[in-house]
């Protein structure tokens, strides 16, 4: 893990530093950043992302309304085989509100990997404590080797195997937010996928075959995101788009090699949170990029007006006649012949109990 101290020499001058120490090259070590799961036709995934657990967080009502989103998704596929948490699980939070968080989704005894997002690093907790908590954790998925040059630090694959056969890879990437070591993180703005992350993505997946499908989950949205969605606002016809694009994306991020990489060699379908309000997914050069549905009300989600104009055609194809808050999952079902589906639940707590719950494919 290439980390990054900052040391406060005056009060207004601040140094960043990186520190290596003794580190390993990962390109010698990629087993290491490995995780085996046996593979099953129609194996499912759920996303959940930008939890936001802090310390003014109803621990219960949080619970509750995943249990909802777990139920709803069980009465659909029959079973879970995977839970992806994609970032911003926890913003000002404290080792209690953690601790909790580990401890409830250890007791779905369903596997679930975490990877990190901008917000968690901000809490009362210094970052490898709470690497440290997503390790020692009973069904986490979470490798984070020690005293490597990999930038970041939930860089890891899933292999899932049919024997000695890799039948699909899941890779899970840092795209960050330059983390230091300090309890207090001072706002550092949005990172990217990195070269090195890159050149890691493709010598994991090399290691598996060429012609093994792979989906990649990490949190901050590349700049492809960007650059569709003005394609698209521009009257693009040629890329298919679904879902609800609330609104844009942020200018300015740096370029990352990542996308261009690896949509020639393998890459499928790469699923992010971070943008809380949106849950846009698009076709683009052979590759299925989406954004997951925000998991829960913490901090702000987008609202949908069947009547607005931005949303009511979609809602009328969709046969959605009722306001909702865009808050839910998404689920990837992977399938023996190298496809994948994808749908969007859409996940309302009612105060009468007649809850809200609506599914969505991507394919339909």
Not at 229 to 244: H, M, Q, S, W
């Amino acid at each position: 893990m290439n980390k990054k101290y900052l040391f406060t020499l005056l009060p207004v001058v601040a140094i960043s530093l990186t520190s290596c120490g003794n580190a390993t090259n990962y390109k010698d070590h990629l087993d290491d950043y490995v995780h085996t799961m046996k593979y099953y036709n129609n194996f499912t995934v759920l996303q959940l992302t930008d939890i936001h657990w802090n310390v003014t967080t109803d621990g219960n009502n949080s619970k509750n309304y995943i249990n909802k989103v777990i139920e709803a998704t069980e009465a659909k596929v029959g079973k879970i085989n995977l839970i992806e948490i994609t970032g911003d699980s926890f913003m000002l939070s404290n080792m209690r509100y953690v601790k909790s968080f580990v401890e409830y989704f250890d007791s779905l005894d369903i596997p679930y990997a975490i990877i990190w997002g901008n917000h968690d690093q901000q809490g009362r907790y210094n970052p490898t404590w709470l690497s440290n908590q997503f390790r020692n954790a009973k069904n986490a998925i979470y490798i984070e080797p020690d005293h490597d040059d990999l930038y970041g630090r939930s860089n890891f694959v899933i292999n899932l195997m049919n024997g000695s056969e890799t039948k699909w890879q899941i890779t899970n990437l840092d795209s960050g937010a330059s983390y230091s070591e300090l309890v207090t993180e001072f706002p550092r703005g949005y990172d990217y996928i990195r070269e090195d992350q890159t050149d890691w993505w493709v010598k994991e997946h090399e290691k598996v075959g060429h012609d093994v499908p792979n989906i990649t989950y990490y949190h901050i949205p590349q700049q492809q995101n960007q650059m569709v969605y003005e394609l698209v606002e521009a009257g693009d016809t040629t890329i298919k788009n679904r879902f609800f694009k609330l609104e844009g994306f942020a200018e300015g991020k740096k370029e990352s090699p990542f996308f261009d990489t690896a949509k020639n060699n393998g890459l499928k379908g790469c699923f992010m949170g971070h943008a809380h309000a949106v849950d846009w997914t698009f076709d683009y050069e052979g590759v299925t990029v989406g954004l997951g549905v925000k998991t829960g009300k913490e901090l702000y989600y987008g609202k949908v007006d069947v009547n607005a104009e931005e949303t009511k055609d979609m809602c009328q194809q969709l046969g959605l006649t009722e306001n909702f808050d865009l808050v839910g999952a998404s689920l990837v079902t992977l399938h023996d012949d190298k496809t994948f589906d994808l749908d969007h639940l859409y996940l309302n707590e009612r105060e009468s109990g007649n809850d809200f719950v609506r599914w969505v494919s991507y394919n339909g």
